[in-house]
T-cell receptor, first 117, second 116 residues
Framework: AQSVAQPEDQVNVAEGNPLTVKCTYSVSGNPYLFWYVQYPNRGLQFLLKYITGDNLVKGSYGFEAEFNKSQTSFHLKKPSALVSDSALYFCAVRDTRRRDSWGKLQFGAGTQVVVTP | GAVVSQHPSWVICKSGTSVKIECRSLDFQATTMFWYRQFPKQSLMLMATSNEGSKATYEQGVEKDKFLINHASLTLSTLTVTSAHPEDSSFYIC????????????FGPGTRLTVT
């Protein structure tokens, strides 16, 4: 079975400081990994994905994530956080092994990011 | 590109009534759409996978007779909550897979359902 863990319910960071949101995964086979952001009462916005290739993935709004196979992690990072980055962030993994679950996303519990001025 | 809309954005209904939520892919064709449910400050829970022209596949524990899903065209899927109860109050989000893309899903803005 596949799973995604986001160990932190909330991350607090001052504006201008680096932001890291942690994600670890457990899958059979090669993982397809995603990060999404959700603002209050809104749907999810895609930030970035890892399918294959370079372990460092660059995405929208200055975010990047590093795929680490040995640590089964896919942490989201931003060098300098903005107040507008305050939102709920979800890590997700897509099942690629089972045909009857092709395309399904398994989401982590979410991490609330609070960036203070 | 790749815009998914949902209608309505919010709805209030009385217990026992039914409510329909529409999910549309505006600028692409979606053979597969997914319906999620999200409780406050919680993650998204997949309810069902909707494939155009065929019956939806429901996740374990989701009542198919209560949550009716229809995917009649490549751009429209509907979720009907039948005989709604207050515990059905939630945020419902759909997503759609582009026929031309392998990896990404595009999410709608969500529908807030409140059952009184």
């Amino acid at each position: 079975a596949q799973s995604v863990a986001q160990p932190e319910d909330q991350v607090n960071v001052a504006e201008g400081n680096p932001l890291t949101v942690k994600c670890t995964y457990s899958v059979s086979g090669n993982p397809y990994l995603f990060w999404y952001v959700q603002y209050p009462n809104r749907g999810l916005q895609f930030l970035l994905k890892y399918i294959t290739g370079d372990n460092l993935v660059k995405g929208s709004y200055g975010f990047e994530a590093e795929f680490n196979k040995s640590q089964t992690s896919f942490h989201l990072k931003k060098p300098s956080a903005l107040v507008s980055d305050s939102a709920l962030y979800f890590c997700a993994v897509r099942d690629t092994r089972r045909r009857d679950s092709w395309g399904k996303l398994q989401f982590g519990a979410g991490t609330q990011v609070v960036v203070t001025p | 590109g790749a815009v998914v809309s949902q209608h309505p954005s919010w709805v209030i209904c009385k217990s026992g009534t039914s409510v329909k939520i529409e999910c549309r892919s505006l600028d692409f064709q979606a053979t597969t759409m997914f319906w999620y449910r999200q409780f406050p400050k919680q993650s998204l829970m997949l309810m069902a996978t909707s494939n155009e022209g065929s019956k939806a596949t429901y996740e374990q524990g989701v009542e198919k007779d209560k949550f009716l899903i229809n995917h009649a065209s490549l751009t429209l899927s509907t979720l009907t909550v039948t005989s709604a109860h207050p515990e059905d109050s939630s945020f419902y989000i759909c997503s759609a897979r582009d026929l031309q893309e392998l990896y990404e899903q595009y999410f709608g803005p969500g529908t807030r359902l409140t059952v009184t």
